[in-house]
């Protein structure tokens, strides 16, 4: 069955050689070839100077991420917001693990309130002075699409703006042995059940559980990207709407499932 329209009326990426507009813009169009370069040092700028030395580089991509797609005479309150990550804080797990593994045990409350998996959405409310609900998911490799279903749901059934922002980091060692990340990325996208000026498109979803190829990038150098962490996948449904055509983008979910989502801009 296939859901309700729901806009998309705004998107947002930040991954290595993915941080300015512009260039992400012209890489999503094709207009250039991507080239990983190392992120600069992320600075959520709404978060306040304590609170942004207590956060983690997951947390910061997660905050960062969202931030673009922030509009003037936005209601925070009245806007849900959905964070999907799909191994959360492997960095703050690594390092609580060794602590535990001293013969002293002492675990840093700032690490230690930081393992949460609803870590960022935390540092979110705090930052935006929100008061609306906040969902914090992972569904392993599935993470993306759980997210993006998530979140096309809460629109549609409350009938309000959803922000949705997927983010991996790359992990340390030796967990990097066992869940290997080849870049950290962050994806995020403004959905709501009106169409606003910034409109990309609208999407609709299904969950088809028989065989389908996953889409790949139409910018053939975005590949790597794709496949550098669960969050990849989600490139090439950002390249058709940044591109403002109509298709449709198979995604990988959980249990042999996908999660076809259809784009129309045709209004």
């Known amino acids: ?52 030395r207590r956060t983690t580089p997951l947390i910061k991509l997660a905050l960062k991420t969202i931030q673009p797609l922030l509009k003037l005479g936005d209601d925070l309150n009245l806007t849900a917001i959905v964070f999907a990550s799909s191994d959360g804080d492997l960095d703050i797990d690594d390092k609580i693990c060794r602590a535990l593994a001293k013969e002293e045990k002492i675990v840093s409350p700032t690490q230690f309130h930081n393992s949460v998996h609803n870590a960022a959405a935390g540092y979110w409310a705090i930052a935006a002075s929100m008061r609306a609900a906040s969902v914090s998911l992972s569904a392993g490799d599935g993470t993306f699409a759980a997210g993006l279903i998530d979140a096309l749901t809460q629109s549609l059934s409350e009938q309000q703006n959803v922000l949705f922002v997927a983010y991996d980091v790359v992990a340390p ?83 042999g499932k996908h999660l076809q989502v259809n784009i129309s801009n045709d209004e």
């Open 1 to 52: 069955m296939v859901s309700e329209k729901v806009y998309v009326n705004g998107l947002s990426v930040i991954a290595p050689g993915l941080v300015e507009h512009d260039d992400v813009l012209a890489v999503l169009l094709g207009e250039k070839k991507w080239c990983p370069e190392p992120l600069p040092k992320l600075v959520p700028s709404l978060l306040p100077a304590n609170e942004r």
């Open 173 to 255: 060692e030796p967990l990097n042995s066992a869940r290997h990340f080849d870049y950290p990325v962050g994806i995020a996208l403004r959905l709501g059940t009106t169409r606003e000026e910034s409109c990309l498109g609208t999407i609709q979803i299904a969950l088809n559980d028989i065989e389908m190829n996953i889409t790949h990038c139409k910018n053939g150098s975005l590949e790597p990207l794709r496949n550098a962490n669960p969050i990849g996948v989600g490139i090439p449904l950002l390249e058709v709407l940044a591109m403002k055509l109509s298709g449709t983008v198979v995604l990988p979910y959980l249990m």
